[in-house]
T-cell receptor, first 115, second 113 residues
């Protein structure tokens, strides 16, 4: 069964460094998402992406963050100048469409720790 | 804004016990409601969903009924198995909120043999 994959599974970085989290969505999906979960808190929506453009973003997704689909298979989340509070589990998801009932398929997550 | 609240965890049960995980929501309009499950080392998987009041979603022995009068979507299973041990997330999506899902905190379920 097709699945969303994410790399790395764990990443440790120093405060102020840049990190790139990678995702390979399901191959025929067109819509891509990033969510995050800070330890002990809720899973939060960050951004959705379609046709090489951001289609929706939350208030969390500020200039520190960017997303890109650099080739036909990868979808990346870049976090510039990381802060301690960026430590979280980051989930990528993809869907075939954005209809009301469309299912989003999630990857296993990347656990980011900022020291 | 939209929000989802789940019962505090973790929940520990013996095999064949009855499971209820409470979920309540706040949203304008008529959201769709979802339960996702995350098994160890895996991504969030859609378990079941309901799109309108009084709908019942079901899958793998789990059920949840969309109760608009109580703004709830409680997850139930009559007899849990060890393999049901996972984290369960309640979520909603409003038709007018685009594609974003709004999640609850997640509830860790451990089933002991």
């Amino acid at each position: 069964e097709p699945e969303v994959t994410q790399t790395p599974s764990h990443q440790v970085t120093q405060m102020g460094q840049e990190v790139i989290l990678r995702c390979v969505p399901i191959s025929n999906h067109l819509y891509f998402y990033w969510y995050r979960q800070i330890l002990g808190q809720k899973v939060e929506f960050l951004v959705s992406f379609y046709n090489n453009e951001i289609s929706e973003k939350s208030e969390i997704f500020d200039d520190q963050f960017s997303v890109e689909r650099p080739d036909g298979s990868n979808f990346t989340l870049k976090i510039r100048s990381t802060k301690l509070e960026d430590s979280a589990m980051y989930f990528c998801a993809s869907s075939a469409g954005t209809g009301f009932l469309e299912t989003q398929y999630f990857g296993p997550g990347t656990r980011l720790l900022v020291l | 804004g939209d929000s989802v609240t789940q019962m505090e965890g973790p929940v520990t049960l013996s095999e064949e016990a009855f499971l209820t995980i409470n979920c309540t929501y706040t949203a304008t309009g008529y959201p769709s409601l979802f339960w996702y499950v995350q098994y160890p080392g895996e991504g969030l998987q859609l378990l079941l969903k309901a799109t309108k009041a009084d709908d019942k979603g079901s899958n793998k022995g789990f059920e949840a009924t969309y109760r608009k009068e109580t703004t709830s979507f409680h997850l139930e299973k009559g007899s849990v198995q060890v393999s049901d041990s996972a984290v369960y997330f309640c979520a909603l999506r409003r038709e007018t909120s685009g594609s974003r899902l709004t999640f609850g905190e997640g509830t860790q379920l451990t089933v002991n043999p």
